[in-house]
Antibody, heavy 117, light 107 residues
Framework: EVQLVESGGGLIQPGGSLRLSCAAS????????MSWVRQAPGKGLEWVSC???????FYADSVKGRFTISRDNSENTLFLQMNTLRAEDTAVYYC???????????WGQGTLVTVSS | EIVLTQSPATLSLSPGERATLSCRAS??????LAWYQQKPGQAPRLLIY???NRATGIPARFSGSGSGTDFALTISNLEPEDFAVYYC?????????FGGGTKVEIK
């Protein structure tokens, strides 16, 4: 059974930094497409970033230059380093996994990030 | 960026009825379109991928169709557990984009 478990969310002041983690089991982070998708309160889904098995990384324009996606192969864990956080980054952040060339079959339960003073 | 426009925003139906949800893309997505279901407090669940393929464990009452820029998700014979929000998503080009969602509510 595939499990993706996010952690690291919380309340942070504007301009601050936070690192989210997504621990995977039953699904190999290093050989699959791993993404972060967020959902602002009461809003729809917004793709944030994706990391391919070969290390290629892709970002939404709204986070480019501020967020960095990475992974630890030995821990089978995906990360999202979020810097210079803004109020509009407030959302539930989901970790999502896809076998290469497919859509997001696997999702975590999400972790809430609140950016507020 | 490919913009996905879903309609209607809300669909009010009764159990047993048929639901037809629309997703229109601002340019061709070449069939690289998926549908997800999301219930309150839960993560999205993949229903349909590559326009018309049901994901593992998805009941046959869910079907997808379309091509190019116009796509549809049909739920025949709505069950009580089908009342939720549905999103389409494309993976034709970066950035990946989602539609704004259609809420299927009980009439």
């Amino acid at each position: 059974e595939v499990q993706l478990v996010e952690s690291g969310g919380g309340l942070i002041q504007p301009g601050g930094s936070l690192r989210l983690s997504c621990a995977a089991s039953g699904f190999t982070v290093s050989t699959n497409y791993m993404s972060w998708v967020r959902q602002a309160p009461g809003k729809g889904l917004e793709w944030v970033s994706c990391l391919y098995g070969d290390g290629s990384a892709f970002y939404a324009d709204s986070v480019k230059g501020r967020f960095t996606i990475s992974r630890d192969n030995s821990e089978n864990t995906l990360f999202l380093q979020m810097n210079t956080l803004r109020a509009e980054d407030t959302a539930v952040y989901y970790c999502a996994g896809a076998t290469p060339g497919t859509f997001f079959q696997h999702w975590g339960q999400g972790t809430l990030v609140t950016v507020s003073s | 960026e490919i913009v996905l426009t879903q309609s209607p925003a809300t669909l009010s139906l009764s159990p047993g009825e048929r639901a037809t949800l629309s997703c229109r893309a601002s340019q061709s997505v070449s069939g690289y379109l998926a549908w997800y279901q999301q219930k309150p407090g839960q993560a999205p669940r993949l229903l349909i991928y590559e326009t018309s393929n049901r994901a593992t464990g998805i009941p046959a009452r869910f079907s997808g169709s379309g091509s190019g820029t116009d796509f549809a998700l049909t739920i025949s014979n709505l069950e009580p557990e089908d009342f939720a929000v549905y999103y389409c998503q494309q993976r034709r080009t970066w950035p990946l984009t989602f539609g704004g969602g259609t809420k299927v509510e009980i009439k």
